[in-house]
């Protein structure tokens, strides 16, 4: 479950660092027993978040949810919701706040200082106040909803809805065309002008790799062409040899943070 390490290994890190914080602050020296038995108390508290979260009961639709792309995978808060978005929120651990219809209920985080959402269109039967819960496959933002609370108050909360298995298709369609038009827009602006070391050959392309004195280009429609690097003019050679050094730079960079 990769989004699970992805919400969950940033939060023990912030655990650790703030452990050691906070033992700082208080005289225990970093590394020591206590300092030790401190960081194990919050591990614990972590895992039985997990344990927590894993055994809430399921908001979902009967049917295999299909795999996005991971930029629409990533957890966004409740107050970070904006209307018309499809976002992901199946990695909090969220509680019913109210029931307050057939197809209808109020859910939010613990925090109560966090707004809270109305999930529409899904059976609330089965569920109960305060039960926790949550949500596996993409929701839609669909505007807000003022409801009276329970003590008699009011409140205007966004509105979120399941996706149906038409609407996640057409979803991840949409995503897939998106990222090929972006992929093509990246290519095209990589493309040049190759020549033949006698000149008599050109090939608008871009560099892909060099390996074992073979460099490898692609046209725009992906057609691969490989080629001596001694074949190339020197400015071809000069251009790939340069285009290779600057990978490796921002590997080693990459490798190194």
């Known amino acids: 479950m990769r989004m699970q390490f992805v919400c969950v290994a940033p939060f023990l890190v912030m655990v650790l660092t703030v452990c050691n914080a906070q033992a700082q602050v208080r005289g225990i020296e970093t590394g020591s027993a206590e300092a030790a038995r401190a960081i194990q108390k919050h591990r614990q508290r972590l895992t039985d978040a997990q344990r927590s979260w894993e055994e809430s009961k399921k908001i979902s639709r009967e049917f295999p949810i299909p795999e996005m792309p991971a930029a629409q995978t990533q957890c966004v808060?409740?107050?970070e919701l904006k209307d018309g978005q499809i976002v992901c929120l199946e990695y909090w651990q969220?509680?019913?706040?109210?029931?307050?219809?057939?197809?209808?209920?109020?859910i939010g985080i613990q925090?109560?200082?966090?707004?809270?959402?109305?999930?529409a269109g899904f059976p609330s039967k089965g569920f109960v106040d305060d039960e926790k819960v949550r949500i596996v496959g993409q929701v839609k933002v669909d505007g807000t909803k003022t409801y009276e609370t329970v003590l008699g108050g009011t409140k205007t909360v966004r509105i979120i809805r399941?996706?149906?298995?038409e609407e996640l298709l057409e979803h991840k369609n949409q995503l897939e065309r998106e990222e090929a038009e972006k992929k093509k827009a990246e290519?095209?602006?990589?493309?040049?002008?190759w020549t033949s070391a006698d000149g008599a050959f050109t090939v608008e392309a871009r560099f892909v790799d060099y390996a074992k004195g073979m460099v490898t280009l692609a046209k725009l429609d992906e057609t691969q062409i490989v080629v001596k690097?001694?074949?190339?003019?020197?400015?071809?050679?000069?251009?790939?040899?340069?285009?290779?050094?600057?990978?490796?730079?921002?590997?080693?960079?990459?490798?190194?943070?």
């Open 187 to 193: 290519h095209l602006k990589q493309m040049r002008t």
């Open 111 to 119: 925090n109560p200082r966090l707004p809270s959402v109305w999930l």
């Open 94 to 106: 969220l509680i019913v706040r109210q029931i307050v219809g057939p197809t209808d209920m109020i």
């Open 229 to 257: 690097a001694s074949s190339l003019s020197s400015g071809d050679q000069r251009f790939f040899r340069a285009e290779l050094r600057a990978r490796l730079e921002a590997a080693k960079a990459a490798k190194e943070k």
């Open 77 to 79: 808060g409740l107050d």
């Open 162 to 165: 399941l996706l149906t298995k």
